[in-house]
């Protein structure tokens, strides 16, 4: 049994934030693997699944992002998993757009709803990071994650997003390598082995036909005995 969790917070005036990406990862997992409706349960919304013989629930709490581990432990708790069969999805300000790390255990730098959830579960659990980069001073960090990502995000976010839900039957199944190969072949994709396009097709060559004859009848005549 595995627990995914996304962070963000509850509400249409936050989906598009910055800081949701959390929820959008679990959304695009549930939506693309056929796991079962969203239903309100331990203060969040909870869509259960399986990755072959691996239960998965997925987890958003409605708490608001510093409230967020009240609703992991409650879950937790329900299900008698302990810490390390948890997966929290989060932003992460200290990697570029698009980038994205899995972590075992470590501190909570900063993020108010890690930070809750070390409180509540201890901070032995998984995190993948997804890198929303860093608005350039710690002053401006609060508006920028509570912005809507721009239409210029849209492309890499959605390749990550497809990256993170290619790669879960692999997270549940607790190989990180295969699950970080599985987003990089989104957001990375191989090039072929030169780097460039292949050289199209040489045209065939025309058979040069004969130069057309102009001389008259009685010059070819003439030619003949010369």
Known sequence: MKLFVGLGNPGPKYAGNRHNIGFMAVDRIAEDHGFGPWRK????????????????ALLKPETFMNLSGQSVGEAMRFYKIDSTDVVVFHDELDLAPGKCRVKS????????????????????????RLGIGHPGHKDAVAGYVLRDFAKADQDWLDDLLR?????????????SGKFMNAVALRV?????????????????????????????PMQKLLDKFK
């Not at 900063?110 to 995190?127: A, V």
């Not at 460039?196 to 102009?214: C, G, I, L, V």
């Open 188 to 216: 990375a994709p191989p090039r072929s082995s030169t780097g460039t396009k292949a050289a199209a097709p040489a045209k065939p060559e025309k058979t040069p036909t004969p130069a057309e004859d102009a001389r008259t």
């Open 163 to 175: 990256g993170i839900s290619d790669g879960a039957a692999h997270l549940a199944a607790d190989d």
């Open 41 to 56: 349960k331990f203060q969040a919304q909870v869509s259960e699944g399986k990755f072959g013989s691996t239960r998965v």
């Open 105 to 128: 255990g470590g501190g909570h730098a900063g993020h108010n709803g890690l930070r809750s959830i070390h409180q509540h579960i201890s901070p032995h659990y998984d995190r993948v």
